[in-house]
């Protein structure tokens, strides 16, 4: 005897235009800093749109200690926005997602909870409880030449190795990230003070197989959601495979067709950026002189963000296919509104790398 059960199938049409815009707040805040930065902004529709104004109110343990408010017609100067772990987007006409910065200095143990505000109170969210954690270390860092074999070609890579010792007695989540800094001093022809520039972006992760960074998933390809190509700011790892130990990471941060020196286009449009067009080729550049040097990145984070920039590096990953890969959800920790702020603990290893020198002669201003 068989059963045959059966049901009526309904289409559920969906419009993006009826969906009710929602604050948006994007954040790391720091223990050991003592000035904290959220990024307000409005998602609608699918989309990041600007707010008019913003406002936060933080409290710890109780306590308020800051209720900071900020209008993006007050801001003097729009920054190029490129930071991907604040989710920011490239158009540097205006803010998408405006800063709102507030003192508040966190100690270890500390509980914070922020308010947010939008659009003359229009828009109010809240954080969920955040705890601060403990300070984590680097406890030796070397670099390697090596050569990575391929498919049908090999390169050459700066590797960078990092010996992280794990907090013991406890579960630890962490983030980690490499940082290309390159300050420069840019020569006038006509023979004035010289400018001073610096820029601070972050590295792709070159080629991973550090079996740590991969949380074990040894095998990974191009064609996995676990390739990190692209998305060196969302590299997050747990203890699982070092408990109470120490690990032992490898990164690859230049390839041998990358420029390792400093980063001249980088620091010229930051001088266009920061002291105009109309100045800078008039007077004209002689040269700049630039030095060099990469930053990594360790925090120790919750693991509702260890979570977090999971997913964001899983649909960042060229390798991600939403027609044939699971959806994927990005947690959020904002009641009343969407995004994910969370309180890090950071220690940064910098390595020294050659200064370089650039001449420009005749031109008026390079990279034009």
């Known amino acids: 005897m068989g059963l045959l059960a059966g049901a009526c199938t309904s289409t559920i049409d969906y419009d993006f235009s009826r969906v009710e815009p929602q604050l948006m707040a994007v954040g790391w805040l ?3 800093s003592d000035i904290q930065t959220i990024h307000i902004s409005l998602s609608e529709g ?14 710890v343990n109780g ?20 930071s ?10 205006y803010y998408r997602q405006l800063p709102v910065s507030f003192p508040a200095s966190l100690r270890p143990g500390d509980k914070v909870r922020l308010a947010f505000e939008a659009n003359h109170g229009a828009y109010k969210a809240v954080t969920a409880e955040l705890t601060v954690p403990e300070p984590v270390s680097i406890a030796k860092v070397d670099t390697a030449r090596v050569t990575v074999r391929h ?10 190795r990092a010996d992280v010792p794990d907090r013991k007695g406890e579960e630890n ?3 980690i990230s490499l940082r290309n800094i390159s300050e420069g001093w840019y020569s006038f022809l006509d023979g004035g003070p010289d400018l001073f520039v610096s820029v601070d972006n972050t590295l792709y992760i070159h080629d991973l197989d550090d079996p740590v960074l991969l949380d074990g998933n040894m095998g990974a390809d191009d064609l996995t959601f676990f390739d990190y190509s692209g998305n060196g700011a969302f590299a997050c790892f747990s203890d699982r495979m070092f408990r109470d130990g120490t690990a032992h990471l490898r990164m690859n941060a230049f390839s ?25 080729q008039e007077r004209g550049f002689d ?8 930053g990594i990145h360790l925090s120790h984070c919750s693991r509702d963000a260890y979570f977090y920039l999971r997913a964001l590096r899983t649909v960042s990953s060229d390798g991600y296919e939403p027609a044939i890969v699971e959806p994927v959800t990005i947690p959020s920790n904002i009641e009343g509104g969407i995004g994910f702020v969370d309180v890090v603990a950071t220690t940064v290893a910098r390595i020294d790398l050659p200064s370089g020198e650039e001449e420009y002669g005749n031109w008026r201003f390079p990279y034009l």
């Open 151 to 160: 498919i049908d070609w090999t390169d050459r890579y700066l590797q960078l």
């Open 63 to 82: 306590k308020e200690v800051a209720d900071v408010s900020a209008r993006a017609a007050d801001m003097s100067e729009k920054p190029y926005a490129g």
């Open 30 to 32: 720091e223990q050991g």
């Open 173 to 175: 989540w962490y983030s």
């Open 287 to 294: 040269r700049c002189r630039a030095t060099h040097r990469l």
């Open 46 to 59: 699918g989309l990041v749109k600007a707010v008019e104004d913003a406002r936060v109110v933080c409290t």
């Open 256 to 280: 041998s067709w990358n420029d390792e020196g400093p980063d001249f286009m980088s620091l010229g449009a930051e001088v266009l950026r920061r002291y105009g067009y109309i100045e800078t």
């Open 84 to 93: 991907l772990s604040l989710m920011l987007y490239s158009d540097p006409s």
